[in-house]
Structures are given as structure tokens and as C-alpha cells.
């Protein structure tokens, strides 16, 4: 397993719940393939450098990770697909 950190801002137009839902969704698609999340940032609101989807701030969070590479590539495609995340970065970590 490697480390990773990810990186995703969530729209902020939509209501906490569906949030904190969005927040949930990924991180379980991590633990479903066998990923151990090490640490779980909120970075709260902030302002986009330029609009995304008509956006001008988004939520950050981060996630500290242990996963395969299969694992990663999941959360990266079903990321790609939900509108409620405008963007994401994985890096991985050097051992």
C-alpha cells in the first residue's frame, strides 16, 4: 500500500448534509477497496483563485490515505462524475 493525499473542493451552493453526504460517499469508496484513512482534514471555505462551474468558493478537505493504486483510481473516476465536487488532486507520497 502507498500514502497518498487528496485534495477535493465541494461545491458550496448545496446544503451541509449533502456536504458532509459528499464527504462520506468518497471516503467510503476508499474504505470499501481496503484503504486505511489516516487523517481527515476540513479546510472550511474558501475563495476560488478563478470561478468553476460558475463557483466562486468552494470547501476543502484532505485526506491522508493508505491505499492500492486500484483504490485511488476509483475515488479519481467516481470524482471525475459527482457535479458536487468541482475539483481534486491525488499526490502520492514519497515514502
Known amino acids: 500500500m502507498n500514502k497518498y493525499e487528496i ?3 465541494v461545491r ?3 446544503d451541509e448534509k449533502t456536504q458532509k453526504d459528499t464527504v462520506s460517499t468518497f471516503e467510503k469508496v476508499l474504505t470499501d477497496m481496503k484503504a486505511k484513512i ?3 482534514k476540513d479546510m472550511g471555505q474558501k475563495k476560488l483563485a478563478y470561478p468553476i462551474n460558475k463557483q466562486l468558493r468552494g470547501n476543502y478537505y484532505v485526506l491522508n ?3 492500492s493504486a ?3 483510481k476509483e475515488f ?3 470524482a471525475k462524475i459527482d457535479e458536487n465536487i ?9 515514502e
Do not use: P
Open 38 to 40: 489516516v487523517n481527515t
Open 86 to 94: 468541482l475539483r481534486h488532486i491525488i499526490i502520492r507520497e514519497e
Open 65 to 67: 490515505v493508505e491505499a
Open 70 to 72: 486500484n483504490a485511488v
Open 7 to 9: 485534495m477535493f473542493i
Open 12 to 14: 458550496t451552493d448545496i
Open 76 to 78: 479519481d473516476r467516481k
